[in-house]
Every structure is written in C-alpha cells, then in structure tokens.
C-alpha cells in the first residue's frame, strides 16, 4: 500500500476524549497516516471541554446529545450517524475506546461497513454483564467485532486470548490516559475553577472524589455519601472536594446528604486539566470512576474504589487501589486506614503504576504502520515492572 493509512478514531465522552486526544494528535503528526476525527458528542459539554483543552478541531461531529438520553436513542444516533460518516470518509480503520455506547455503535457503524476495527483499552473485564453496565457488555460486543486489540496490560491481553482472540492482533500498549497526563498536569498550575482554587491543599488532608455510576444510583449513592460526611466529621484535617456530575439523581442525593457540611465543597464537573492537577495536589482519591483508578496511581495517589468490584484489577495487585465497595462502613474503615496509617499511606503512595510509561499512542500508532505494511517490524508490547 503506497497510499496513506486512512485512520478515523472516533468518541463521544469526556473521558474517552482525554484517553483518545493524545492518539488523535499522534496520528496526525504521522506522515504514513491521514488522520481524521469524528465526534459523537454523546457528552457535549463536558466532550467541548477537552477538545479545547487539547486543541482538536473534530472533522465530523455527529452531535447527538439529548435532554435525558437513553441508551437506545444514543446507539441508534451514533450508528445512523457515522454509517453516513464511514460512507462519506471511507477510512482504511475506525479506531474506537474502551467501553461506552458510543464505542459499541462506532465499532458495529465501521463492521457494517466492513471497514477494520482497533479497539483502544481493549480486554478490560468483569465477567458481570451488568456492572459496570452498560460498559462491560459495550467493550465484550466491540471485542467480537475488532481487528486489532490495543490493551493497556498483559492482564488485559490473557483475558482477550481467553476469548479466542488471535494473539498476534493484540497489542499491549499501556494506557493512553498516562500520555495525557503528561501534558496536562503542571506544577505551577492555576485552576479554572475558583473553589478549587481556594483549597488548601498544602495544610489539608483533601480527598478527591467521583461517584456518579449508573449502579451506583439509589441507596449505594446513598451509602457512600453518607460514609463521606462521617469522615470529614471524623478527621477535622480532611477536606472532600466532591465535583458533581449533572445527572440529577447524583446531585440530589450528594445536596441532600453532603450539602452544607464544613470542609466538604461540592462543585460542578470541571475541565480534564482541573481534575488531573487536582489529584496531583491531592491526599488520596475516592472514586467510582476506571479512568481515575489509572490515572491516580501514575500521580502517586492511593485510590479507594466505590464500587463492589474493579475491571482494573492490575491496580488492586500493585497495592495502588484497595476496593471498598458501596457499604458505608467498609468505606470508613478503609479510608480511616489511609488517614491514621502513615505507613499504610505510604506504601499505596509508592507502589508501581502498571498502566503505562506515556508511549501507548505511540506504540498504537506504531501498530497501525504494521499491520498496514508501512514498516517490517512488529513493535514491541508495554510491560510494567511489576
């Protein structure tokens, strides 16, 4: 093939965008590749935030986003969408990420298409289909259609050759979160947001937290909220700073239960640049969230997970995350751990980041130039040193 590679990564989240921003950029600046961008803006806000932040003008944007959007609608818009996108572009590869309904839709668009799939943290799994949900069944249906398996990990790597995926497709890439932390997080960084701003992240012990989980609504919400009011009332040296996500099943209960509460600053969701600099200054790291669960490590942050189970099981062997779950009193204990233990602290602080050494997007992109014949060597895979 004498002709450039006709690459289109295609997302539609805030954190699929801070994940697929610095591959995004990587392409463009390879000179085998043709590198195009389609936004489905499943986020819009939250998605423009990022683009900005990292400068991507998105080629084709799908801008599907809608007032109480339902699983069903996004994946007939994105599928509608980018059917008209692939036909009109036709790339050589549709690059996809990790496990949202944008990343099922975009992979089935391009399979219909019968144009080749890479999928970006590929492998990821929790063998429950629904937790998380929709996600875990999203990345296991993208996995049947992919061709080439960018996984972040070994771990990652065995679970995809457990499902018969042929080996010489899979890469192991690290994670491409570590590439853009890189680039956001700086040491004299100001923030945007003006309570972040003012917090004392010097004399404070400030915990960062997310939580905002489909299956988490309800009384697990509930639980951890309330868990998160008795360890500021505890520890009069902590500070929760707790940014918010707008669904408002998240904000009527994290109000109704955190609001008012001294030390504890419920803010709106901030930029990508914000949160990263914010768990650059902070103590530790409470969080629903996967991405926050490799980007914390990379940062020297433990992180305590609220959820039952974690498909970032990587991180739970290097001793950089301990899982809680969502009961309020297993919360408190492993978070009064982290507190009283300096030791205990120490060693989550210290452990090894298994997610990447911030070259994923350019082993992908290495990849790609294989299995396209525009070089003769296979690149070689991310191993951590653990």
């Known amino acids: 093939m004498n002709r450039k590679i006709k690459a289109m990564t295609v997302f539609g ?34 998605l423009d935030q990022v683009l900005t932040m990292f400068d991507i003008k998105p080629d084709y944007d799908l801008d599907i986003m809608k007032e109480r959007q339902t699983l069903v609608g996004i994946t007939t818009r994105v599928l509608e969408g980018l059917d008209e996108v692939i036909k009109q572009a036709r790339p050589d590869v549709v690059l996809v990420h990790g496990d949202t309904t944008t990343t099922f839709a975009g992979a089935l668009a391009a399979f219909y298409n019968q144009v080749k799939v890479g999928h970006v943290e590929a492998g990821l799994r929790t063998y429950d289909k629904y937790s998380p949900y929709p996600e ?28 018969n995926i042929d080996p010489s497709k899979i890469y192991v890439t690290g994670n491409t979160v570590i590439d853009a932390l890189a680039r956001t997080v700086q040491r004299d960084y100001r923030f945007a ?29 509930k639980n951890i909220c309330t868990a998160l009011r008795h360890i500021v009332e505890r520890y009069p040296d902590t ?5 918010v996500h707008l669904n408002p099943a998240v904000r009527e209960v994290a109000f109704e239960i955190l609001g008012g509460t001294e030390r504890v600053s419920l803010i709106d969701p901030v930029g990508a640049d914000d949160l990263h600099n914010a768990m650059a200054r902070c103590y530790m790291v409470m969080t629903d ?18 959820r039952n189970e974690t498909e970032r099981p990587e991180a739970v062997a290097a001793g950089t995350v301990k899982v809680a779950g969502v009961k309020k009193d297993d919360i408190i204990a492993l978070a009064k751990e982290l507190i009283e233990d300096k030791a205990k602290y120490d060693e989550m602080a210290k452990a090894a980041n298994p997610y990447g050494d ?18 003769a060597q296979r690149p070689c895979d991310f191993y951590s040193e653990d």
Request: some cysteine.
């Open 13 to 46: 989240t805030r954190p699929e965008a801070i994940k697929m921003a610095p591959l995004a950029l990587e392409l463009k600046r390879c000179p085998d590749i043709e590198a195009t961008v389609c936004v489905t803006a499943q986020h819009r806000e939250m």
């Open 289 to 306: 969230s996967g991405g926050l669960q490799e980007e914390a490590p990379s940062l020297a942050k433990p992180v305590i997970v609220l």
């Open 358 to 375: 911030g070259h994923a997007s350019g082993r992908i992109v290495e990849a790609l130039r294989y299995e396209f014949g525009k070089c």
């Open 193 to 221: 947001d003006e309570s972040l701003a003012a917090t004392d992240f010097d004399s404070k012990k400030v915990i960062l937290v997310t939580a905002h989980r489909r299956e988490n609504l309800g009384e697990p919400l």
């Open 239 to 243: 500070h929760i700073v707790y940014p």
């Open 136 to 163: 875990e069944i999203n990345r296991c249906l993208t996995s049947v259609m992919t061709d080439f398996h960018f996984a972040p990990t070994a771990q990652n790597r065995q679970s995809l050759i457990r499902e």
